[in-house]
């Protein structure tokens, strides 16, 4: 009966092997190369039907990146769960010690502090920026003003440019 149910799909449908799956739920296909029956040759794909199949709600780091190297080539086979589980823990391990020595700088820089050592930082705002036109030069009033009463019609001449 399976091969009955493989020949039909291949004449109608495109066959997919199951891969394996990952702890977020995906799971992942191989699509070997086939021929349709017009004699079209369609290459091999990997694929992944995600967990969470709407594309507004994907979030980056939904694939692991082992199942990402090998859904995109880079690897050959696809990771095993050994691999997957060997890489989390140096993960966390990895995190862990950054979390333990970023603890002991900012002992370390409190320490600093109390003794002297280092001066404490002191926050210098900034107002404009140093590209802008008008950076270091004093502001201008919001108030709006008026030449009304002083304007004299014809008592201004532009300048030659000569």
Do not use: C
Not at 85 to 105: C, F, G, H, I, P
């Amino acid at each position: 009966m399976s091969r009955i149910a493989a020949i039909l799909r291949r004449s109608f449908g495109v066959v997919r092997n199951y891969v394996g799956a990952d702890h977020l739920g995906n799971k992942y296909y191989f699509i070997p190369e086939q021929k349709t029956w017009t004699g079209r040759i369609v290459r091999a794909k990997r694929i992944v039907e995600a967990a969470n199949p709407k594309e507004y709600e994907y979030m980056e780091g939904s694939i692991p990146m082992e199942w990402d190297a090998w859904i995109r080539g880079r690897r050959k086979e696809p990771p095993s769960i050994e691999e997957l589980l060997k890489n989390e823990s140096s993960r966390e391990q990895v995190k862990a010690k950054a979390r333990e020595v970023e603890e002991k700088d900012q002992a370390l820089l409190a320490k600093e502090y109390k003794e002297g050592l280092v001066a404490t930082p002191t926050r210098t705002v900034a107002k404009g920026h140093a590209s802008a036109t008008s950076f270091g030069k004093e502001e201008f009033s919001e108030e709006p003003t008026s030449t009304a009463n002083t304007f004299q019609p014809g008592s201004w001449m532009p300048t030659s440019k000569k």
